[in-house]
């Protein structure tokens, strides 16, 4: 089992889109993949149109394996399934802390899943917290979403500072362009800059107003549009992603 | 969107329009929207004893698929790619996998054949929430038997099968199906399953070696020994098909042993026939079976070509393929002639009369069977009670140099004994007749082991015989060389180990459960 991190300290970079459109990628290509929504908005668990069971909250995902298993569900997409995130995640950071060895306890809550599971994403809030920690600690990949803009290249920073200064391991850090304007010379010059920077995939997501009527359609973009430039993009995108995962 | 969750199946009735359900009941309780239309072709296996479905599984081709899947869900349990569409296949040949294991955990010996094929039109609707979310996958299904598309459909049935964690959602909604019974009927894929076979006329689970007759202990013995030739004879021709097509080796086994059953009750049930009528086919059964001892011997040898590269070296392993490529070119050329045989007028003329033989009520004139009027149960312990004696007594002769042909006449001792108490064993009460037929096989295997190495040894001493010198064949005679050394020093042990196994039989204990066998009060 593979996990990916959807990570961005920074919000609006398109996490979600991302972790939506790569996972259905996932199950079509290397099946079968789950996506763990692990926002309080539970944007990805709205883009596949499911809710949480009443019963489920934060409380229970940290009781993980079997709680979590039961409270799986199947999207509307052969060998996806999602654990939709419940509104009760936003106290996630708290209860974690009281927990003994809250920054393993992701990974450890997840084991069981690796028999049914290849791939799995996480789709993450946008901050630095206890549970961004115990993400880090239970990812293989952190994947994160750039817009080429100086505030995201500042994000970036504070993050690979946070792995150095915690000696964490930031060899799992991989980042990508999203919402790229070519017209934009600020963008062009940013891509190019880092464009052979270690740790940065070459493709780019460009800005294309489908990913935003994603939250319209409710279905990745590859399984409604899959001739839109940006789910061209997002189909190279995991298959540099994966190519790097098999060299790793 | 994994649909491996307990689906439920729901059965419309004949007289009921498929889209009244869809549109009026359903509509009302859930939203729905079509999905896909397909057709699918279906070919069921199983082996003649219905081991798969034993295990509560079916198994069939779709596509380019053997599918394994669980009988009263139809949820895949495993599969493996599956080109072809043979009539029958044995497990332990298809490339290793899940399903290779899991159909020869079923059977190690018997073939899967085909049992019939039928086509399913499957069309699908999505069940939804209130968010548009697919909740289970509803699919009207219409089978019918491949090739017979001129008739109605031979079942519609409705399956609902729920997504993963909408369990509880799904279950209201069976709930309302279950609540229309007019319109049809719950039930589970084993009975759908059954209603297929039905109509291709295969009885599931319909065959059986056992005999199992609930003989009535006071009626005339002469009856209840008719009543075990039909059975005799009915096991004969249900193992002919199989034997024809060559589909695995049991049903020459079934066909062999249902011979010597048949001349075990004309022989040991004495003064129940008429001699001057049974002779002849006495005469007729004992040809039939000789005629079947080469073939059956090749399928011996044929099941234990793993166990003879198990008795070699690897470097005297290589010519086996030789020997081997002979028996098979031998067994196919044997098995053509029997068929021919078993296609002659000759036989089934034969089997013809037998029947009518078998079928006749009126008892045979006193003078010419004076003990066909007893008691069942009067010459079951009549009978039973000399054959023990027999083998006690032919045993307790066996000397201390145990020579083959003391060994070869005290296995056929048994074995009639055996059968004796098989025949019979429906009105001896349980409790007494299961712990007497434990103690004689455990001497009866010692035997078979005895004989079989001899027979084996015997057998590759004649092929060497005729194994013309030099190359390749020189090379197969040292591996057969290996292997009589092999065999034979088996054959000693099974001669070593007699006589203990005999005392253990030959002790106080069996003899007091053959007393309390042999006085017990019938218990049908």
């Given at each position: 089992m593979k996990t990916i991190a959807l990570y961005s300290i920074k919000g609006g970079v398109g996490k979600t889109a991302t972790a939506v459109n790569l996972s259905y990628l996932s199950a079509l290509l290397a099946p079968p993949t789950l996506i763990c929504d692990l926002d309080p908005q539970g944007a990805s668990s709205y883009y596949f149109r499911i809710a949480a069971s009443k019963k489920f909250n934060s409380d229970k995902f940290l009781k993980g394996n079997k709680k979590i298993h039961s409270n799986i569900k199947a999207t509307d997409f052969e060998n996806l399934d999602l654990l939709p995130s419940d509104f009760s995640y936003r106290n996630l950071d708290i209860e974690l802390s009281e927990e003994k060895k809250p920054k393993k306890k992701l990974k450890k809550n997840l084991e069981e899943l690796s028999d049914d599971y290849r791939f799995v994403f996480f789709d993450c809030p946008p901050n630095l917290t206890l549970l961004s920690e115990s993400v880090f600690a239970a990812s293989d990949i952190i994947l994160v979403p750039m817009i080429p803009t100086t505030l995201s290249i500042r994000t970036y920073v504070q993050l690979t500072d946070f792995f150095d200064a915690n000696d964490l391991d930031s060899s799992k850090i991989r980042a990508f362009f999203t919402m790229?304007?070519?017209?934009k010379k600020m963008h062009r010059d940013i891509i190019q800059e880092f464009?052979?920077?270690?740790?940065?995939?070459r493709q780019t997501i460009p800005y294309n107003s489908e990913v935003e009527k994603m939250g319209l359609y409710r279905a990745p973009l590859n399984a409604v549009l899959p001739n839109s430039p940006a789910a061209k993009a997002y189909r190279n995108l995991w298959k540099e992603l994966t190519t790097d995962l098999e060299q790793k | 969107m994994s649909a491996l969750l307990q689906p439920i199946f729901f059965k419309i009735n004949p007289d009921t329009s498929s889209e009244l359900v869809l549109n009026n009941l359903l509509a009302s309780v859930c939203k729905v929207a079509y999905l896909s239309t397909k057709k699918d072709r279906l070919t069921f296996y199983d082996t003649f004893e219905w081991q798969a479905y034993e295990n509560g599984f079916v198994v069939y081709k779709k596509k380019n698929h053997l599918i394994l899947a669980d009988?009263?869900?139809?949820?895949?349990?495993c599969s493996t790619a599956f080109q072809r569409l043979p009539f029958s296949f044995f497990p332990k040949y298809l490339p290793g996998c899940t399903m290779r294991e899991q159909l020869c955990s079923f059977t190690d010996v018997r073939g899967f054949f085909r049992l019939c094929t039928v086509e399913e039109h499957i069309r699908s609707y999505r069940i939804m929430d209130d968010n548009d979310k697919t909740i289970g996958i509803l699919s009207l299904t219409s089978l019918s038997i491949a090739d017979r598309k001129k008739e109605n459909p031979l079942t519609q049935y409705f399956s609902i099968r729920p997504l993963k964690g909408y369990q509880k959602e799904i279950f209201d909604i069976e709930k309302v199906f279950a609540s229309y019974e007019e319109l049809g009927r719950v039930l589970d894929f084993k009975e759908l399953f059954l209603s297929i076979m039905k109509a291709v006329d295969h009885n599931v689970l319909?065959?059986?070696?056992?005999?199992?007759?609930?003989?009535?202990?006071?009626?005339?013995i002469y009856t209840s020994a008719q009543r075990l030739l039909q059975f005799t004879l009915s096991v004969m021709r249900q193992n002919e098909a199989g034997i024809r097509k060559n589909i695995d080796s049991e049903f020459l086994h079934d066909f062999r042993v249902a011979i010597r059953r048949t001349r075990s009750v004309i022989k040991q049930l004495k003064g129940v026939f008429d001699p001057d009528e049974t002779t002849r086919y006495l005469d007729f059964f004992k040809e039939l079976g000789k005629l079947t001892n080469e073939l059956r011997d090749l399928d011996v040898y044929l099941l234990r070509r793993e166990t003879y590269y198990d008795y070699l070296p690897l470097f005297l392993q290589p010519p086996l393929p030789l020997f081997f490529n002979d028996i098979e070119a031998s067994h196919r050329l044997l098995h053509k002639k029997f068929c021919r045989f078993l296609g002659s007028s000759s036989y089934t003329t034969f089997i013809t009369e037998w029947n009518h033989v078998i079928k006749r009520e009126l008892l045979p004139d006193a003078d010419k069977a004076p003990n066909a009027a007893l008691s069942t149960k009067t010459v079951a312990v009549d009978s039973i009670k000399k054959a023990w004696r027999k083998v006690i007594r032919h045993g307790r002769h066996?000397?201390?140099?145990?020579t083959d042909s003391e060994l070869h006449a005290l296995r056929i001792d048994c074995k009639k004994l055996r059968y004796l108490l098989e025949f019979f064993s429906?009105?001896?009460p349980q409790n007494t007749i299961i712990p007497v037929i434990k103690q004689l096989k455990e001497l009866q295997e010692n035997l078979g082991d005895f004989v079989d190495f001899a027979v084996q040894v015997e057998f590759l001493h004649k092929r060497l015989e005729v194994l013309s010198s030099g190359g390749e064949k020189s090379l197969l005679a040292a591996s057969m060389g290996g292997l009589m050394a092999t065999l034979f020093q088996k054959q000693e042990e099974a001669r070593r180990k007699f006589h203990r196994t005999f005392r253990l039989f030959d002790h106080d204990e069996t003899s007091q459960l053959f007393h309390d066998l042999l006085t017990s009060n019938s218990a049908t």
């Open positions: 790229v304007e070519k017209r464009r052979n920077a270690p740790g940065f995939l | 009988l009263h869900s139809r949820n895949e349990a319909g065959y059986s070696t056992k005999i199992d007759l609930n003989l009535d202990a006071d009626a005339p066996v000397s201390k140099e145990t429906s009105i001896f």
